[in-house]
């Protein structure tokens, strides 16, 4: 925990000292970094601590890593929507992804204590995640047009310029102290970390019970957000398909919870108390086989449609 902490703040001086707009090959490197620790975790967890908490990372860092992707297409619609400069958008994104740590970090404790409480609970976990992966695949959940309530209140009741001023939170305008608009911008994805916070914890829940590895993977998952963020840029709009391994993620993980809630079942009104004996448990390493080939199937697919697209609009501009 204390490397972890140590990469993140080093990150963060970084960012803070040396502002500017990472060229491709830059995030490339610093997100190829990032997957490389975490896979340098995965191996340490083998070693330490054997196969299965490996294995278990492995699957929740890359089921959290896939739904930050997705997280990512709510911060491109956020920066473009309030107009964050592109030279302070590396600080505003390092500042929201602590933000999502915290919370995350909140979330992750509250689950561990429901999880031993109550065993029920991962009825409503799974139930949660096949909701939450019906309405991604009706689109229901990209009210992309809407600001939270938070939001318009703040709007409403405090002074705010219309301008950015680098990085401040106040400043003075026409002789009068307003907030600038980067406060409505960290509200704004601090909210939507906590509304994305709902699905991803559940999630991972799925997976693992252990707290430790939950945080790790949700760590690993966060650290190379920003530079993926500058890597994928506009192409993360053009991945269409990419929303349907998700939803797949989410719905597979919600029917494992059900079933392992079922496996061990203690509601007195169903079974009479008693475990239900069809219900299978499905191990580790299937849920991870799962997680990449929907992830890699969605991404191949949204490449092969990419490329489809722009070779139709190659050909429409030379006739």
Avoid at 186 to 193: E, K, N, P, R, S
Wanted: overall charge neutral.
């Amino acid at each position: 925990m204390i490397a972890l902490v140590a990469i993140l703040l080093a990150d963060l001086l970084i960012v803070a000292r040396r502002p500017h707009v990472p060229t491709l090959k830059e995030s490339a490197v610093w997100v190829g970094l990032y997957v490389g620790l975490a896979l340098v975790f995965a191996l340490a967890m083998l070693l330490f601590a054997g196969g299965e908490p490996a294995g278990q990372f492995l699957a929740g860092w890359l089921t959290e890593y896939s739904l930050s992707i997705d997280n990512l297409f709510v911060f491109v619609i956020l920066m473009a929507r309030f107009s964050v400069p592109k030279q302070i958008q590396q600080e505003v994104l390092m500042l929201g992804i602590i933000i999502a740590l915290v919370l995350r970090g909140l979330f992750i404790l509250l689950g561990a204590q429901l999880i031993e409480d109550f065993s029920w609970i991962f009825y409503i976990f799974g139930a949660w995640l096949v909701w939450t992966a019906i309405q991604q695949l009706r689109g229901e959940d990209d009210d992309d047009d809407k600001d939270s309530l938070i939001v318009r209140v703040l709007r409403r009741r405090v002074r705010i310029t219309d301008t950015f001023d680098g990085m401040k939170l106040r400043t003075t305008h026409d002789g009068v102290r307003h907030f600038t608009p980067l406060l409505v911008v960290l509200i704004a994805i601090g909210t939507t970390d906590l509304l994305f916070a709902l699905d991803s914890i559940p999630a991972i829940f799925g997976i693992t019970q252990s707290p430790f590895i939950v945080f790790t993977a949700n760590v690993f998952a966060l650290m190379g957000l920003r530079q993926l963020y500058f890597l994928l840029g506009g192409l993360l709009e053009r991945l269409v398909y990419l929303k349907y391994g998700i939803a797949f993620i989410l719905a597979f993980i919600g029917v494992k919870l059900v079933l392992h809630a079922l496996h061990g079942n203690e509601l007195p009104f169903l079974n009479g108390g008693e475990s239900v004996a069809w219900a299978p448990e499905i191990s580790t390493w299937v849920s991870l086989l799962v997680i990449v080939g929907a992830m890699g199937v969605s991404t191949i697919a949204s490449v092969i449609r990419l490329r489809r697209d722009d070779s139709a609009a190659a050909r429409t501009e030379a006739g």
